[in-house]
């Protein structure tokens, strides 16, 4: 099945939907932070990465959404953005999210959502340089 980053700092979230994911033979890596999403990323290759708009950290999640895109070893992996705010969806996939749900959401339909967009791998390539790592880097020294 599918290798999966969720990124939402929200208590409840993560742990719940991993624990239904997995179910269905999904690997869950979980991170509740941007710079905890950075991390996960810059050693492991996921299949879907779902990310949360709000996030503590000097990132939100539209920009690791972004920067994934830049990056060659994460250009592409399928982006779901979930956010409690509906009219955040043309950011989301302006900065390059594949999928966009709205908070709260179905789990029988992020499961279908996350087969689907893990079955077909992005066609587009890296946008520039490894800015996962940089990103890591810069942060890390301030």
Known sequence: MANIL???????????LGDYLNRFGHAVRIARSSLGALGWLDVE???????????????DGLDV?????????TARTR???ISGVPDLAQNAYAAG????LTKPFDLAQINDLIRKLAETRRVTG?????????AIDHYGKT
């Open 97 to 100: 999210a594949d999928e966009f």
């Open 6 to 16: 969720i990124v939402d700092d929200e208590a409840l979230i993560p742990p719940m």
């Open 65 to 73: 959404c972004r920067m994934m895109r830049r990056d060659p070893r």
């Open 45 to 59: 290759a996921f299949d879907v990465a779902i990310l949360d708009v709000m996030l503590p950290g000097p990132m």
């Open 79 to 81: 982006i779901l953005v």
């Open 126 to 134: 890296s946008l520039g340089p490894g800015t996962v790592r940089q």
